[in-house]
């Protein structure tokens, strides 16, 4: 993997009672924040070969708002994922030249701070809808292994 695009989820409704959290929907600020990262994502013309997405209904609006047209693959454990979870994961798919991992805060902030500064708890926060773009090093993933090319928020 030479790329490396962690995306959190844009602006989610509140937690309804009885509703499950896995249910909750973008509001139309966060369509709109999707749409603007989809925007971002094809002016820096970004060849993506693969997409993991948290099941969770607010993940995979964002993700088909901001990646249209791609194929979107449900990964289960991205949901509440810990950074070293979204860290074996993303392991997994080293044979990905470009991977878009779509997911939630806080395991999607502390993963770029493990990536970039090796430490999960230097993490200094993603607003919704916000994407970090890593160059991967060479080799095998590793804590402070990638750089942080961007940072972008809707």
């Known amino acids: 993997m030479r790329e490396l695009i962690l995306l959190r989820h844009a602006e989610a409704e509140e937690l309804c009672a009885g ?3 896995r249910d909750r929907r973008l509001t139309e600020r966060g369509q709109a924040e999707a749409i603007a990262t989809g925007r971002w994502l094809a002016d820096h013309k970004l060849s993506i070969d693969r997409v993991l997405c948290s099941p969770a209904r607010r993940t995979k609006q964002t993700a088909e708002l901001a990646l249209p047209g791609l194929a979107i693959t449900d990964a289960s454990e991205i949901y ?3 950074p070293g979870t979204l860290f074996t994961l993303i392991d997994q798919h080293q044979d990905a030249t470009t991977l878009v991992v779509v997911g939630h805060n806080p395991g999607i902030e502390q993963l770029v701070a493990l990536l970039v500064e090796g430490r999960s708890e230097d993490y200094r926060g993603m607003p919704p809808g916000a994407l970090a773009r890593l ?3 060479p080799g095998p993933l590793e804590p402070g292994s ?3 090319e961007a940072f972008w928020s809707p």
């Open 19 to 21: 509703e499950s959290d």
């Open 80 to 82: 509440d994922a810990t």
């Open 135 to 137: 160059r991967v090093a």
């Open 146 to 148: 990638a750089t942080l």
